[in-house]
């Protein structure tokens, strides 16, 4: 499904191109599980306001391989329990607020932004790919299972909470930002490299295992369960 218009609207008329509200409805009436959103060319570099809340209750694949720098914002966005957003070479922004328990997964090359208030996602989110940035300090839900693969990077623009963090990739934590992980009370292996200024902090009653080597400047608290 091709999104070829800037200006969204969620009643489906594809006389005039596809928005991705539009293109999201179309989705929701395949029965196969599972569609790819590919973002035009023409839309590169442009902002794709949401018209309303939009919800997502299937897996869906964006696509932002022909279209760098789209910012998604407006509204929520909410992904329902068992659906998949999966972004592939994600070289853009989230700035409408994600809620929901499902999933977000990053693929690919590329930088994704999440910019928005994400307090109310409670999915988990996969980095397998590329580099994703939370800005804000509520990018990412605080009882999301965050895990980042071997290649793939997570940058925490401020103090950030997540449900656990695990997987073998690089996660950079700037000059006066704390990570915070271990809200879900579940046990998780970090083998990857943890870098930057900043500091790292162990809530909750799960263990962290930290298996990597670690080159993070700032300090290590450790308010409840294990490291």
């Given at each position: ?149 071997g ?43 943890i ?30 369960g294990?490291?």
């Amino acid at each position: 499904i091709y999104v070829t218009n800037a200006t969204d609207t969620a009643t489906i008329d594809v006389s005039n191109g596809v928005s991705l509200s539009e293109a999201i409805a179309i989705a929701a009436l395949d029965a196969t599980g599972s569609q790819t959103i590919v973002i035009a060319p023409s839309l590169a570099g442009q902002t794709l306001t949401l018209a309303g809340n939009v919800a997502i209750n299937e897996s869906l694949t964006p696509d932002l391989s022909a279209a760098n720098d789209v910012e998604l914002a407006g509204s929520t966005l909410t992904l329902g329990g068992g659906a998949t957003l999966t972004v592939v070479n994600g070289a853009g922004t989230i700035a409408t607020a994600l809620a929901g328990s499902g999933a977000l997964v990053t693929v690919g090359l590329g930088d994704l932004w999440l910019m928005g208030s994400n307090g109310s996602h409670s999915g988990s989110v996969s980095v397998n790919a590329g580099t994703l940035h939370a800005i804000g300090g509520s990018a990412l839900g605080d009882t999301s299972a965050v895990s980042v693969q071997g290649g793939a990077t997570l940058v925490v623009g401020g103090n950030e909470t997540t449900g656990s963090l695990a997987g073998a990739g690089s996660v950079l934590v700037p000059l006066a930002a704390v990570l915070t992980t271990g809200s879900a009370n579940t046990s998780t292996t970090f083998s990857g490299s943890i870098i930057g200024a900043g500091g790292l902090s162990k809530v909750g009653t799960g263990t962290l295992t930290l298996a990597g080597s670690n080159g993070y400047d700032g300090s290590t608290q450790i308010a409840t369960g294990s490291l």
